[in-house]
């Protein structure tokens, strides 16, 4: 019930009036209410924002996929080229890179390659995006889209392999996914 009052009480007012037309009476529905707003907290306390690094020498196509992801609930960190990348992903690693594959400085498939090097980081989800009609067979990424990018595909890509990581990881600790 503590972590249920960390929202000001017109929340709990508002759940405790919602609950009252299922409930019939009001001191029912205060209970009901209570319950709910306390499940409520806890599942939003249970969620984390995935956040992605987009990474590409094109400021406008960069500028898309930022703006695609925020829209679908991303944080968004942004680099223009590999090397800077690499040092935001050191400095605060993310869940996810979508990283063009020619960009100068450091390529996206360095990149990719440079991040699978890095002990406990290595499984992060890497998607090279290029306007190649196909992904380079030296490079180990999880997904390859071509360019332009889709927005959707884009976004359905990162929750699919936002997905997979998490059972794999819990498969490898021994839970279930």
């Known amino acids: 019930m503590a972590a249920a009052s960390r929202f000001p009480a017109s929340f709990h007012s508002l759940i405790s009036r919602l609950a009252y037309g299922h409930a019939g009476s009001r001191k029912r529905a205060a209970r009901v209410g209570m319950r709910v707003a306390k499940q409520v907290v806890e599942a939003i306390g249970q969620l984390h924002m995935a956040t992605v690094l987009l990474v590409d020498d094109d400021a406008e196509a960069l500028d898309a996929w930022s703006a695609v992801c925020a829209a679908g609930g991303y944080e968004v960190k942004t680099a223009l080229d590999g090397k800077s990348a690499l040092a935001q992903f050191m400095a605060a690693p993310v869940d996810v890179v979508v990283a063009d594959w020619r960009m100068p400085v450091m390529s996206g498939s360095e990149l990719c390659h440079r991040l699978r090097t890095l002990p406990g980081l290595a499984d992060v989800a890497f998607i090279l995006v290029s306007g190649e009609p196909s992904p380079p067979a030296f490079v180990s990424f999880d997904g390859f889209l071509r360019k332009p990018v889709d927005g959707a595909i884009l ?15 819990a498969l490898q600790r021994g839970g279930q996914p």
């Not at 359905?156 to 990581?165: C, E, I, S």
Request: hydrophobic share 40%; proline share 0%; aromatic share 0%.
């Open 155 to 169: 976004l359905a890509t990162m929750r699919r392999l936002l997905d997979d990581h998490v059972t794999h990881r």
